[in-house]
């Protein structure tokens, strides 16, 4: 059965750094597009970062932009998501995302959660 698993998120201090890793098993990793995600306490889950099964990469949220990194190595079958510069609103459970390119295929993390506070 295909699976995702995050790791790397913790409590840190605001300004701090954070990378996030997803591991995907029992699927073609190389092959399907990659998105991390954020649910912040009380709200919807919402996108923050995909990339393409060809290294092609979107930051969604303005807030992020110029602070966080959405990178993969196939090899792996590991995505990453390196956060610098964090802020208290940053603060979710961040859940990965594998989507089949051309396909119906998706499968879930079970989430990380960041906290960020002094």
């Known amino acids: 059965q295909a699976q995702l698993v995050e790791s790397g998120g913790g409590l840190v201090q605001p300004g701090g750094s954070l990378r996030l890793s997803c591991v995907g098993s029992?699927?073609?990793?190389?092959?399907?597009?990659m998105r991390w995600y954020r649910q912040a306490p009380g709200k919807e889950r919402e996108l923050v970062a995909r990339i393409t099964s060809a290294g092609g990469t979107t930051i969604y949220l303005d807030s992020m932009k110029g602070r966080f990194t959405i990178s993969r190595d196939n090899a792996k079958n590991t995505m990453y998501l390196q956060m610098n510069s964090l802020k208290p609103e940053d603060t979710g459970v961040y859940y990965c995302?594998?989507?089949?390119?051309?396909?119906?295929?998706?499968?879930w993390g079970q989430g990380t959660q960041v906290t960020v506070s002094s």
């Open positions: 995302n594998a989507a089949q390119t051309g396909g119906s295929r998706s499968y």
């Open positions: 029992v699927f073609t990793f190389s092959s399907y597009i």
